[in-house]
Nanobody, 120 residues
Framework: QVQLQESGPDLVKPSQTVSLTCTVS??????????WSWIRQPPGKGLEWMGA???????SYSPSLLGNISLSRDTSKNQFSLLLTSVSPGDTAVYYC????????????WGQGTQVTVSS
């Protein structure tokens, strides 16, 4: 069973950049056919898939976030990260990292989520 844990700031000012990290345990993020995603849920709204980084390092992003999002990984620490630039109060949400194996959107494991609030 894959274990995931998000970390990052809980309060960010508008126009700043949010940086979140997901630490993965029990499986290497380079294991074949694993896909590592960031998903968020704004208050009172549904889940939104933001982007993913695959086992081979390839990235894919939600079209609605292109230009403001970047995913990266640190294989030595078995972590992957999210950068979201120019945030606004609309980016306030619980941010989750999740894993999928074989099929990119069949999420088998989730982190507990981390609340990020964008406010001045």
């Amino acid at each position: 069973q894959v274990q995931l844990q998000e970390s990052g700031p809980d309060l960010v000012k508008p126009s700043q950049t949010v940086s979140l990290t997901c630490t993965v345990s029990d499986v290497s993020i380079t294991t074949n056919y694993y896909y590592w995603s960031w998903i968020r849920q704004p208050p009172g709204k549904g889940l939104e898939w933001m982007g993913a980084i695959a086992y081979d390092g390839k990235t894919s992003y939600s079209p609605s976030l292109l230009g403001n999002i970047s995913l990266s990984r640190d294989t030595s620490k078995n972590q992957f990260s999210l950068l979201l630039t120019s945030v606004s109060p609309g980016d306030t949400a619980v941010y989750y990292c999740a894993s999928a194996h074989g099929t990119p959107f069949a999420f088998g494991s989730w982190g507990q989520g981390t609340q990020v609030t964008v406010s001045s």
